[in-house]
T-cell receptor, first 119, second 111 residues
């Protein structure tokens, strides 16, 4: 089945540094990728939607200069948390939709998430 | 009022029991309804999706949608300890578009 790989699975960084998270679709071309953030015992909150080759669309309240998204190819999207602070500590999950939208068996394939801890 | 409401639980039931998980929503424009299962520290895994009102069955899982009441349910028959996870309902207005998730219900199946 379709697989979305997310890397790293866990990262600890110091306050003020930047962290890059990669999201790859391994066996399909992802025309659209979504980035979510999930706090403990909370639901997934959509941060932004990215389409290959175009600028990401950010949800209200999400700082685009802080959370930089690059969807440079049909198989790779990256999220960079710039100048990270402890309040950015969270679980970040990406998801992707394949080019062939006719199959709705898996409308959204999720990565396994990245747990970011900012000290 | 939030767009999607889901009781966070936790919900504990004995092994073999029938589990009922529910969500309500306020946006009548939602057309696509999904249920995801999420194990601790993992990404969500799609269990069921439905478009129309009514029931859809897949193995031990049955998804039910009542658009008139803006209410969806997921039933798990013959529950097993491996079903212990967080179950998230999700819905969207347009296929392959932004999906709104419920908070998730933590389910514990007691052996």
């Amino acid at each position: 089945g379709a697989v979305v790989s997310q890397h790293p699975s866990r990262v600890i960084c110091k306050s003020g540094t930047s962290v890059k998270i990669e999201c790859r679709s391994l066996d399909f071309q992802a025309t659209t990728m979504f980035w979510y953030r999930q706090f403990p015992k909370q639901s997934l909150m959509l941060m932004a939607t990215s389409n290959e080759g175009s600028k990401a669309t950010y949800e209200q309240g999400v700082e685009k200069d802080k959370f930089l998204i690059n969807h440079a190819s049909l198989t790779l999207s990256t999220l960079t948390v710039t100048s990270a602070h402890p309040e950015d500590s969270s679980f970040y999950i990406c998801s992707a939709i394949g080019r062939d939208g006719s199959s709705y068996n898996s409308p959204l394939h999720f990565g396994n998430g990245t747990r970011l801890t900012v000290t | 009022q939030k767009e999607v409401e889901q009781d966070p639980g936790p919900l504990s039931v004995p092994e073999g029991a029938i589990v009922s998980l529910n969500c309500t929503y306020s946006n009548s424009a939602f057309q696509y309804f999904m249920w995801y299962r999420q194990y601790s520290r993992k990404g969500p895994e799609l269990l069921m999706y439905t478009y129309s009102s009514g029931n859809k069955e897949d193995g031990r899982f049955t998804a039910q949608v009542d658009k008139s009441s803006k209410y969806i349910s997921l039933f798990i028959r013959d529950s097993q300890p491996s079903d212990s996870a967080t179950y998230l309902c999700a819905m969207s207005v347009v296929r392959d578009d932004k999906i709104i998730f419920g908070k998730g219900t933590r389910l514990h199946i007691l052996p």
